[in-house]
């Protein structure tokens, strides 16, 4: 038999109207909801030609009251980040299908995220793994945005401590990820790491993100004293005047 590994949701409901003959049956209206403890997805689409998968329209709303509800579906514990909010829309173009739309928010006391994304080719998306030349003829455009108070409270609400790491500050960063050519480029992340009496900021850029060749990098850091440091160092330092650095 075939074994789900995951468990099913405590609602599922399906509501679909169909018109046309069998050399071309078009799916008028559709509309899935699926409901559990903190979950609810939306789903709604049309096709025009089912046989050809032709005229396909999708769309999709969840709400996610809080990552950990996920678990059940995942087969794996999840950390609790806060809310999860996603909207998106697939399309069919021609022989391939093109993601319109794609709108991520998690909204946490650790963190809170964004992500805004359109992808013009999945089909090719799928196959860069095989062909990272791929990259180029999907027309990856993604953008993402981050803000934590507290990298050490981010990585113990995530379950990702390993070792005990120091109270290194608040971090943003915000980064933009395309297509170009033959390749998938980081053409702007930037970050902001500050704690008092430190700020560090870096711009990172990387031609061919998959390859991991032509990265640009620029590191500043700014210190009101040494003695800011000594909570690294479990040593005290002297009272000095500031400190840049320049990478």
Not at 6 to 33: C, D, H, R, Y
Not at 64 to 86: M, Q
Not at 118 to 137: C, F, Q
Request: charged residues 20%; aromatic residues 4%.
């Amino acid at each position: 038999g075939v074994e789900i590994p995951v468990e099913m949701p405590a609602s599922f409901s399906l509501k679909s109207t169909a018109a046309g003959s069998l050399e071309q049956l078009a799916i008028k209206s559709l509309e899935a909801v699926v409901k559990d403890e903190g979950v609810d997805v939306n789903l709604t689409g049309s096709v025009a030609n089912v046989i050809k998968l032709s005229g396909v329209e999708g769309n999709i709303q969840a709400l996610v009251h809080d990552t950990a509800n996920l678990s059940k579906f995942a087969g794996i514990e999840l950390p609790s980040l806060g809310s999860l909010n996603l909207q998106g829309q697939v399309v069919s173009e021609g022989e391939t299908y093109r993601l319109n739309s794609l709108e991520l928010d998690l909204d946490g006391e650790a963190v809170k995220a964004q992500i805004h994304a359109a992808i013009k080719d999945l089909l090719a998306l799928a196959s860069i793994a095989e062909k990272p030349e791929s990259s180029g003829a999907a027309g990856i455009d993604a953008s993402f945005n981050v803000d934590t108070s507290s990298v050490a409270e981010l990585v113990r609400a995530a379950s990702l401590e390993i070792v005990e790491i120091p109270e290194i500050g608040a971090l943003q960063f915000e980064g933009h990820l395309g297509s170009y050519e033959q390749s998938l480029a980081l053409d702007a992340f930037n970050a902001v790491l500050t704690r008092d009496g430190v700020e560090t900021k870096a711009a990172v850029t990387i031609q061919d993100v998959i390859a991991l060749s032509g990265v640009q990098a620029n590191i500043d850091g700014h210190l009101d004293s040494l003695s800011v440091l000594a909570d690294f160092t479990d040593a005290e330092l002297p009272e000095t005047g500031p400190w840049t650095l320049s990478v």
